[in-house]
């Protein structure tokens, strides 16, 4: 196993691999399944000695326990995972509630912070190198992306937040009736239910209408089969539609004629709605 650091390291080594048994002793210890192989535990120390400045010198900064766990992490090991729900999670809603506390925007910075650590092929966990502890590693991460966000919301302009009133009216003449009488209305019931979704499922949408992703890649991304993704998708628009119609259907007087017509009306604009909506709609605060 020494022979093996060793020789990862090759030039830049100036040490004996001492303490090297005990840096896999103590990483083993964190997940007595032991889910990472030792070989592999090895290379992960080496490659993140070899990605700093500089020759290596040392074992003695080595996080080994966080540097297994994120191992497992990478590897989508489940009991690895169970602990980063538990320990670590609440550390980053800690840090993203001092950029903004409102539970909207910690929900979805927290889960956009799970999905960039977590998922896809190249997991960003997979960059620690085990240099430093992982819960202060956690929380810059979590930090950058509710500042990140916090930007993003910054540069929309007034525009933005009517994007969703500022939707052509159907082509349907009766819908377009419809549509001049309740367009604010619509605006108002759409964004609400819009603000029940789950930071998740808000994410899922994003990742659909404004980042582009087909549903082969959402299916990569999210690690399940394209069709889970697709009702996915479908249940979260037509949750959408539905309450969008309770809601209107509550506060305006309608006839049964103009009552399916505003059905017909929801289902021709949700899918219109929706990117304006997940680009330009302000968070609830």
Not at 67 to 87: M, Q, S, T
Not at 152 to 169: C, H, Q, Y
Request: glycine letters at 6%; hydrophobic letters at 40%.
């Amino acid at each position: 196993m020494i022979r093996r650091f060793l020789d990862r390291l090759g030039d830049r080594a100036q040490l004996s691999g001492e303490g090297l048994d005990a840096l896999v002793v103590a990483g083993e210890a964190r997940l007595p399944h032991k889910p990472i192989t030792r070989d592999a535990f090895v290379d992960r120390i080496a490659d993140g000695l070899l990605a700093g400045d500089g020759p290596v010198t040392s074992l003695e900064d080595v996080c080994a326990a966080d540097l297994y766990l994120a191992c497992a992490l990478g590897k989508g090991d489940a009991k690895a995972l169970a602990i980063f729900e538990a320990e670590f999670l609440p550390m980053v809603r800690q840090s993203v509630g001092k950029v903004d506390s409102a539970k909207a925007f910690v929900d979805e910075v927290s889960q956009r912070v799970r999905e960039k650590l977590l998922v896809g092929e190249e997991p960003a966990i997979d960059q620690y190198r085990g240099t430093g502890p992982l819960s202060r590693w956690v929380r810059v991460i979590a930090t950058r992306v509710a500042l990140d966000l916090k930007r993003a919301d910054s540069k929309l302009s007034d525009d933005d937040d009517d994007a969703v009133a500022s939707l052509p009216a159907p082509d349907d003449p009766e819908l377009e009736v419809i549509w001049r009488t309740c367009a604010v209305e619509y605006k108002a019931a759409l964004t609400q239910a819009f603000g029940r979704l789950t930071a998740k499922d808000r994410t899922l949408l994003r990742q659909r209408f404004i980042d582009d992703l087909d549903i082969e890649a959402l299916g990569r991304v999210h690690r399940v089969h394209p069709s889970t993704v697709f009702r996915w998708i479908e249940k979260i628009t037509e949750r959408l539609a539905e309450e969008t119609r309770a809601s209107l259907m509550d506060k305006l007087r309608l006839s049964e004629s103009q009552a399916h017509s505003m059905e017909r009306m929801v289902a021709s604009q949700i899918q219109l709605s929706l990117p304006r909506l997940l680009r330009g709609g302000k968070r609830e605060r």
